[in-house]
Nanobody
Framework: VQLVESGGGLVRPGGSLRLSCAAS????????MAWFRELPGKEREFVAA????????RYSDSVRGRFTISRDNAKNTVYLQMNMLQPEDTAVYSC??????????????????WGQGTQVTVSS
């Protein structure tokens, strides 16, 4: 199993980035997928999740309306479009996969597989 994030980088406040997570994992099309982030000096926190059939998305209060999660089951890839980025969004962003046929909540313990993460830095 391998989850590989890409698309991070340095962006100015108000800018946008699109993260990708390529998943080498069985039964991707029946796994929800999620993004978490670890802010400097803080614990990892939930950002967004998407159901395996694309019919439900969940967001944290801090990103709702600015970030959009999506997936392409044909490519085994999940995306995070981040708009109106702010310095407080600076973090390492990781994708995560739970067991199949589950709709987990926002707790880290509910996810079995994790990527290494990609750094997002928002600074002028």
């Amino acid at each position: 199993v391998q989850l590989v994030e890409s698309g991070g980088g340095l962006v100015r406040p108000g800018g946008s980035l699109r993260l990708s997570c390529a998943a080498s994992i069985g039964n991707f099309n029946v796994r929800d997928m999620a993004w978490f982030r670890e802010l400097p000096g803080k614990e990892r926190e939930f950002v967004a999740a998407i159901y395996w059939n694309n019919d439900y998305e969940r967001y944290s209060d801090s990103v709702r309306g600015r970030f959009t999660i999506s997936r392409d089951n044909a490519k085994n890839t999940v995306y995070l479009q981040m708009n109106m980025l702010q310095p407080e969004d600076t973090a390492v962003y990781s994708c995560a996969a739970p067991p199949t046929y589950r709709h987990p909540g926002i707790g880290e313990h509910e996810y079995d597989y994790w990527g290494q993460g990609t750094q997002v830095t928002v600074s002028s």
